[in-house]
């Protein structure tokens, strides 16, 4: 019964929605299985194996003693310090809570019913989310080799297409278009809709790519007015608890999405954190090198194990293991938790998240373990 009201007062895009679906917290696994927390390890939502930054956590403490106001709403020093770090003004830069705020707040300003997005098959789930959330229309354009087909998303674009999300890195794949191939899309958009379709550049996973892939998408967002770029705190800088992301746009599209954007999107804590994070070039190193080792333990176990694997560009490892649901299983009453993505249209993989070396091991002896039974 409770059903049907809901159903009744909801509009009808809103009931339709597929909820998000986290990796599962440490916690709840202990409980269902009665395994002890400090067991269990979790590769699973693509956190950072090596705990916040200690500079971070130090600008969080001092914070802490200004927790009784509200949190700066412009997000002063955070800015200032990303737009000198990226060479643009801060009125080009609007914070979010997680840059998955970041591509709530794009699709508020610019989707509504009667509109649509496009974005590809396997992409990150919250590009349909946020779109259905706006009853707007989704367009999702096959994968090709489980990556981006940016021909045949330029294709899609319909008369009513306001926004196009692409995710490079992309999540839970783990593909990446080389900078030139996103120019030259950009290029094409802008040459025949102008301004009338956004591009939302999701570059959560930027800073694991191998100094050679790295491209300027900053110098992009000069030259594409249409265009917003988007980043996170939450992978390689290891603030994902915290909840803060940004985006890099012109000031006109900046200040549409600034219309929209709740006024304390950011907390004291994380604009905070994430102003020392940014400095702390050491810990990024860190970050970057540890995955690196992580990707390469995890593909060479997967080689041992003849099981196939998408080339990864972020933290974490897409691995086709034929039976996901029961492998998750086991994986799970051995305290390890990973992924399922059949929800992402992939009902025989599992998104491993890299770890340190130990957690990667214990996942590989485990998987080892359930492939040989
Ligand atoms: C993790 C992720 C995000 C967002 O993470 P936040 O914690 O909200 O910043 C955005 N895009 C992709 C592709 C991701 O994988």
């Known amino acids: 019964m409770t059903t049907a009201i809901k159903s009744l007062t909801a509009p009808a895009h809103v009931s339709a929605i597929a909820p998000y679906q986290a990796g599962k917290p440490i916690e709840e696994l202990a409980?269902?299985?009665?395994?002890?927390?400090?067991?269990?390890?979790?590769?699973?939502?693509?956190?950072?194996?090596?705990?916040?930054?200690?500079?971070?956590?130090?600008?969080?403490?001092?914070?802490?003693?200004?927790?009784?106001?509200?949190?700066?709403?412009?997000?002063?020093?955070?800015?200032?310090?990303?737009?000198?770090?990226?060479?643009?003004?801060?009125?080009?830069?609007?914070?979010g809570n997680g840059s998955n705020d970041i591509l709530e707040i794009a699709a508020l300003a610019l989707l509504e019913s009667g509109t649509s997005s496009v974005y590809a098959q396997h992409a990150f789930t919250v590009y349909r989310l946020a779109t259905q959330a706006r009853g707007a229309?989704?367009?999702?354009?096959?994968?090709?080799?489980?990556?981006?087909?940016?021909?045949?998303?330029?294709?899609?674009?319909?008369?009513?297409?306001?926004?196009?999300?692409?995710?490079?890195?992309?999540?839970?794949?783990?593909?990446?278009?080389?900078?030139?191939?996103i120019a030259a899309f950009l290029e094409r958009v802008?040459?025949?809709?102008?301004?009338?379709?956004?591009?939302?550049?999701?570059?959560?996973?930027?800073?694991?790519?191998?100094?050679?892939?790295?491209?300027?998408s900053v110098a992009l967002v000069r030259q594409y007015p249409n265009l917003i770029v988007s980043r996170t705190f939450s992978?390689?800088?290891?603030?994902?608890?915290?909840?803060?992301?940004?985006?890099?746009?012109?000031?006109?599209?900046t200040d549409l999405l600034n219309r929209v954007r709740q006024p304390f999107n950011v907390n004291?804590?994380?604009?905070?954190?994430?102003?020392?994070?940014?400095?702390?070039?050491?810990?990024?190193?860190?970050?970057?090198?540890?995955?690196?080792?992580?990707?390469?333990?995890?593909?060479?176990?997967?080689?041992?194990?003849s099981l196939r694997y998408?080339?990864?560009?972020?933290?974490?490892?897409?691995?086709?293991?034929?039976?996901?649901?029961?492998?998750?299983?086991?994986?799970?009453?051995r305290g390890v938790i990973v992924r399922p993505v059949a929800g992402d249209g992939l009902p025989e993989w599992l998104r491993v998240t890299v770890g340190l070396p130990e957690e990667n091991q214990r996942f590989i002896a485990a998987l080892t373990e359930i492939l040989a039974a």
């Open 31 to 95: 409980r269902e299985f009665g395994l002890d927390p400090a067991t269990i390890i979790k590769l699973a939502s693509n956190e950072n194996p090596l705990g916040m930054p200690a500079s971070a956590r130090e600008a969080l403490v001092a914070a802490a003693n200004s927790l009784a106001r509200y949190p700066d709403p412009n997000g002063f020093d955070l800015k200032a310090a990303l737009a000198k770090r990226y060479g643009v003004p801060p009125n080009w830069i609007t914070l």
């Open 137 to 181: 229309r989704h367009i999702q354009v096959p994968a090709r080799d489980y990556g981006h087909d940016l021909d045949a998303m330029f294709a899609a674009i319909a008369d009513d297409t306001r926004l196009v999300f692409i995710a490079n890195p992309n999540n839970p794949t783990g593909t990446f278009v080389p900078g030139a191939e």
């Open 235 to 253: 992978k390689a800088y290891g603030l994902a608890g915290l909840r803060v992301g940004f985006a890099v746009a012109q000031p006109v599209l």
């Open 268 to 305: 004291t804590l994380a604009q905070a954190a994430a102003i020392a994070a940014l400095a702390d070039k050491d810990y990024l190193e860190r970050s970057y090198a540890l995955n690196k080792a992580g990707k390469q333990q995890l593909s060479e176990a997967f080689d041992r194990l």
């Open 190 to 216: 802008h040459a025949a809709h102008g301004d009338r379709v956004t591009v939302v550049l999701d570059e959560a996973y930027n800073e694991y790519l191998d100094p050679e892939l790295r491209f300027d």
């Open 310 to 333: 998408v080339p990864s560009y972020g933290n974490f490892v897409l691995v086709h293991v034929g039976d996901a649901a029961r492998i998750n299983l086991e994986l799970l009453k």
